[in-house]
Each structure stands twice: as C-alpha cells, then as structure tokens.
C-alpha cells in the first residue's frame, strides 16, 4: 500500500495536528484519510489500550484469536466501521446476529468495551469503536507472536449494521478457490493476499459443526475427506460428535493443532500434512493455484510475516469513514449508535 508523504493539519481549539497520510483513491478504489498519529488530546490512546489488552490477555489467552476474527468480520463487511459491535434492535437484525456471526467469541467483544471504557474517563468522544477495534487487534495479536506495525487512525464509527450484508459479503467454510477469489477480489483483495489473510488462522478456532462434513460420512465410497490425513480426522473425532445436535457448543477446535497460541506460518504447513481443519484450509494446498505460495511460507516465516503486515494494514484500510462521516459512538460497549 503507498503512502504519501505527512500532510500536518491543524485541529480546532489548538489540540495539536494531525499527521495525515493520503492514499490513492484510485489504487483502494474510494478515497480515504487516516492519521498516523492521533491529536494531543488524546495522545496516550496507543498505550491505554496496550495496558487494557494485555489484562485482557491475562484473563483470557484466546482473546487475540478472538479480536482477530471480529475484526476481519468488520472489515470484510462495508469496510472497518464497527458496525459489528452495533446490537439489533426490535426494527433491525444487525450483523452480530447473522448466522455467520453468531460464533464469533465474547472475548473479543469485551476486549473493545474494556479498552473504549478506559478511554471515555480520559478523553471522552475522542477515540472511535473502529480505531479501538484495530488497534486492539494489533497489540492482542502481537503477544501471541504477531508482528509489530504501526495502527493508522481516523476511523469513525458507522451507524448502520444489518445482518444481511454479513451473510452476502463473508466467506463459509467450505468455498472454492474460485469462490475465495471472487469474495476477496471483490474487496480489492488478490489471490496471493487471500492466501496471507487465510494464515491468520494460525491462532483461531472453530466449533465442531463447521467441519463435521470432512470427517464424518464425507461420501458414499469415504467416511473421510480424502484430502484430509486419515490420522488428523480421527484425532478430530475425539473432540467432535457425529450429530451436530449433540456437540457441545463450548467445544472448540484449534484451526493450527501444533502451535495453536502461536501466530507463526505453522498452519501453511499442516496443510501440507493434510491437516487442514476447515475446506477452505486445505483447499489452500490441494488448488495448485495456490499451493506454490502455501509451500514458500512453511520454508519462511518471516515472508509469512512480511506479507501478512502488509495485508493485515490493508484489510483495516477498507471503506473507512473519515472526516463528517459516521460518528465517535458513544456507548461503552460500543453496541449503540449516538
């Protein structure tokens, strides 16, 4: 992603400047400005929000698996507005309440209220739902090993969220290639980037009944997936019913079985085993349209890495609100619109 160089812009009331960055309307596909430092009056927002996270952490180590998830699940609808914080209300079923979303884990959620709490008693109406979303995300991905790089800020907060757009605009679990591509493509993203963003299931998880269908009666002439390793299906029965009736909905399956807290290019290479969990995971390997890049990051990890900080920046640069746009929600749970 280019950027130009800083435009300094004075703010009202002598709060300091922003430092602007420009990016090219015609390269994202919509204009777009976001600041790479936030205005003094609220200059301390970064190192806030890294204390609240990593309490969050102590609390709860899947909580950077979780935020993760949440927010690709908001960039990926309408752009990075928050909008799926936003709760339904009795006139509107939002996207937090789409079947798509339904799994996506409290943890997540908690952690943007506990950072948006803390921020509200020292700067109150400064810092929006969708900067706390990514910068939260950032910093609880880091202390799983994630990589280091710099937030922009300037989101604001939309005020509309439906739960169609999150069924129409989210990938399912059991696309094709061809299907990937033309989801991702349609927000600006190539197949080698749809690749990169995949490796951040390397930290997450996924309930039972999202994969029962490749371990359990897969065909009439297979009771597995054959694209799946005959080893890897049984281990996953151990933790996973054959009737989706009767799983457990607290159990979850860690998508990287060998360093599942550890954000490292580990899930590329259990699918070269044959280990991946979910169709998408393993079609990665078995397409050979992508399965060249697959191979490149289990031999480097610090490709995986680079790639992913450049992909990770663009998918928090979506369709975001700037300027008279949307608005700073002022719920602490960020589930309300002003």
């Not at 994630?146 to 739960?163: E, F, N, T, W």
Request: hydrophobic share 40%.
């Amino acid at each position: 992603m280019d950027l130009v160089p800083c435009v300094f812009v004075p703010l009202l009331g002598a709060l300091g400047f922003w430092c602007i960055v420009v990016l090219s309307s015609q390269q994202q596909g919509y204009p777009m400005i976001l600041a790479t430092r936030f205005n003094t009056a609220c200059s301390n927002l970064e190192a806030v929000i890294q204390t609240v996270m990593v309490a969050k952490f102590q609390q709860a180590s899947t909580s950077p698996a979780a935020i993760l998830r949440l927010f690709f699940h908001d960039c990926m609808v309408n752009g990075c507005d928050a909008s799926v914080l936003i709760a339904s209300t009795p006139g509107n079923v939002a996207e937090r309440d789409a079947p798509i979303n339904l799994s996506l884990a409290g943890d997540g959620f908690d952690a943007v209220t506990q950072a948006k709490t803390a921020l509200e008693k020292i700067c109150p109406g400064i810092v929006s739902c969708a900067d706390i979303l990514a910068i939260a995300t950032r910093d609880l991905v880091r202390m799983v090993g994630g990589p280091a790089y710099p937030v922009l800020k300037g989101r604001r907060d939309s005020r509309i969220s439906r739960a169609i757009d999150a069924t129409e605009q989210l990938p399912t679990v059991n696309l094709t290639i061809n299907q990937l591509n033309a989801l991702f493509g349609s927000k600006g993203f190539s197949q080698h980037e749809m690749v990169t963003l995949s490796g951040g299931h390397t930290i997450g998880f996924v309930h039972c009944d999202q994969f029962l269908n490749r371990i359990y009666n897969f065909s009439s002439t297979s009771q597995t997936d054959p694209t799946m390793s005959a080893t890897f299906a049984q281990q996953l029965r151990l933790s996973c019913s054959p009737n989706v009736s009767n799983s457990d909905p607290n159990v979850v399956v860690f998508l990287d079985q060998t360093t599942s807290n550890r954000f490292d290019n580990a899930y590329y290479k259990n699918t070269v085993q044959g280990e991946g969990v979910l169709t998408t995971d393993q079609e990665l390997f078995t397409d050979l349209r992508t399965r060249s890049q697959v191979v490149e990051y289990t031999k480097s990890n610090s490709l995986f890495v680079s790639d992913y900080v450049n992909v990770i920046t663009k998918l928090g640069s979506l369709k975001v609100l700037t300027g008279t746009q949307g608005e700073i929600r002022r719920a602490l749970d960020c589930s309300v619109v002003n």
